[in-house]
């Protein structure tokens, strides 16, 4: 066998141990208070995100670059968030945040929510591709909507 193959058969293993690990770490989930951190640095992020493309909206020149970027950052982080509300991780864990119980009550609600928000980012990333400043500004208002939507129901310190 060649040093190649042998790299390429011990990379697959690494590979696989690897993504072992991590289906396991994963099934176990976060503590709670690494997923109200990871949770809050996610819409922090997620925040200046919109603040950029926003900036970019009111701007007399907004760059097409800068706005998708911002999108895709808004689109990717809106993704992870869902996993970061497992039970248990509201404020009776002891550890300070503005997630109201009706999430874990409610679940299905906050789920539709949350998928909706998803899908809204993912919309925003497609127009922000096209360049269409008109169609790019009434997509950012309907993603806002989505969060906003979404704090009034679900978020303490609306």
């Known amino acids: 066998m060649t040093t190649t193959r042998h790299f390429q058969i011990g ?3 690494f590979a696989a141990a690897t993504l072992a690990a991590s289906a396991t770490l994963a ?3 976060p503590t709670p208070a690494a997923a109200v951190a990871a949770r809050q640095a996610g819409f922090k992020k997620m925040g200046g995100a919109m603040k950029a493309l926003n900036d970019q909206l009111k701007s007399d020149a907004p760059a097409k670059d800068a706005m998708t970027a911002a999108a895709r950052v808004l689109a ?3 993704r992870e968030q869902p996993a970061l509300f497992p039970a248990g991780s509201g404020a009776s864990a002891g550890v300070p945040n503005d997630a109201l119980t009706t999430i874990w009550s409610d679940r ?3 789920d539709a929510q949350m998928a909706k928000l998803i899908a809204e980012s993912g ?3 497609a127009v922000t591709n096209g360049g269409d400043v008109a169609a790019i500004r009434a997509q950012a208002k309907a993603t806002g909507a989505t969060c906003a939507a979404c704090h009034r129901q679900f978020r303490a310190d609306s």
């Open 123 to 125: 919309k925003l990333v």
């Open 27 to 29: 099934a176990a989930g």
């Open 11 to 13: 990379l697959l293993g």
């Open 108 to 110: 299905a609600t906050f």
């Open 76 to 78: 990717a982080t809106a």
